[in-house]
C-alpha cells in the first residue's frame, strides 16, 4: 500500500493545531525514512500557507542522553518556524501543547549557508553567533512514545525555543557548563562536550542532513543543536531557566 503523505501532513498538523495526540503512525503504516520527512515537509507546508515563516532546523538526538530517553539512535532535524519563538523571559500557555517537555540546548546563527559534506571548519566560519537556547518540545503521538519515522514525521517533536543573548562564535564551544534552574532551584547539570563532543559537530550533521532533503542551511537560519541532557516535563507555575557559560542564560514560565 502506498502511504498517503498529504493526509498524514493533515493528521499531525491538526495534531499541533489542537494539541491532541495522535496514535503512532507506524502502528498502521510503514513509511520509509524519505517518506517521513516528506511528512514533514507537508505539515509544515500548511503552517507556512498560514502565513508562518521557515526560521532554520532543529537537530534532534545529537546526545546520548536523549537517544537513550527516546530510544532513537539516528540523528534527525525537523524544521523551525517563526511562530515557535517563545520570546526569552516570557510566559507561555500550557494549553498550547499535549504534553511538553523542555530541554538544554545551545542555537546557532548562520551567516553563510550551508549544506552538504562540510567539515568543522567550514561549519565555523559560516556562524555569525551562538545563544543558549531552550527547546519545547511536544511528541504529538500518545505517551510521547514513537519510532524514528514517527518523530520524523512529526518535526522531530519541535514545538518552541527561548534563545538568549546572542554571542561571538569564535570561541571554544565544546565543553561549556550547562545549569538548567527550576523555579530557582537547580534542577540538572551538563555541559555542551554531550552534543557530539562538541555542538559545532551538530552543525555539521545538519548541513548534511537538510542536503539529502534538497535543502540548505540559509544565512540568517537557526540551527538548534539538539539537547544536551534528557528533557524533562514542563507544568503550570513552573519556571525554567537554562545558564551556559560564558553565552549566558535564557528562561521562560509555563501558565495555565
Ligand atoms: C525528539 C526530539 C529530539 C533533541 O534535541 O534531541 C530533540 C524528542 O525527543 O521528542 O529535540
Ligand atoms: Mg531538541
Keep these: 500500500m502506498t502511504a498517503d503523505i498529504p493526509r498524514l501532513a493533515r493528521l499531525l498538523d491538526d495534531a499541533v493545531r489542537n494539541a491532541t495526540a495522535v496514535a503512532q503512525i507506524s502502528a498502521t503504516e510503514a513509511l520509509t525514512l524519505q517518506q517521513a520527512y516528506e511528512v514533514q515537509r507537508q505539515s509544515i507546508e500548511r503552517r507556512l500557507a498560514r502565513g508562518e515563516r521557515r526560521i532554520g532546523v532543529a537537530m534532534g538526538f545529537t546526545s546520548r542522553a536523549k537517544m537513550e530517553q527516546m530510544g532513537v539512535h539516528d540523528l534527525i532535524w525537523g524544521r523551525l ?3 515557535m519563538i517563545v520570546e526569552d523571559g516570557s510566559t507561555i500557555s500550557r494549553k498550547r501543547f499535549v504534553h511538553p517537555r523542555v530541554e538544554p540546548e545551545v542555537a546557532f546563527l548562520l551567516r553563510k549557508p550551508l549544506s552538504g559534506i ?3 571548519m567550514q561549519a565555523r566560519d559560516a556562524l555569525e553567533a551562538v545563544a543558549p537556547a531552550l527547546e519545547i518540545i511536544d511528541s504529538r503521538y500518545q505517551n510521547f512514545r514513537f519510532s524514528l519515522t514517527d518523530v520524523v ?8 525555543l527561548t534563545i538568549g543573548p546572542w554571542s561571538s562564535p569564535h ?3 565544546d565543553n561549556l557548563g550547562i545549569r538548567v534552574m527550576v523555579n530557582g532551584r537547580a534542577h540538572s547539570f551538563g ?3 554531550a552534543i557530539l563532543g562538541d555542538p559545532v559537530r551538530s552543525l555539521v550533521g545538519a548541513a548534511g542532513l537538510v542536503a539529502i532533503s534538497g535543502e540548505v542551511l540559509e544565512a540568517g537560519h537557526i540551527v538548534m543543536a539538539g539537547g544536551a541532557m534528557a528533557a524533562f516535563e514542563l507544568h503550570v507555575g513552573m ?3 537554562l545558564e551556559v557559560d560564558r553565552l549566558g542564560r535564557t528562561s521562560f514560565t509555563v501558565a495555565e
Excluded: F, R
Aim: proline share 4%; charged share 10%; aromatic share 0%.
Design 239 to 241: 519556571h525554567v531557566e
Design 191 to 193: 555541559s555542551t562536550a
Design 81 to 83: 518556524t517563526n511562530a
Design 171 to 173: 570561541q571554544p564551544l
Design 118 to 120: 562540510v567539515t568543522a
Design 153 to 160: 514525521a512529526d518535526n522531530s517533536s519541535c514545538s518552541g
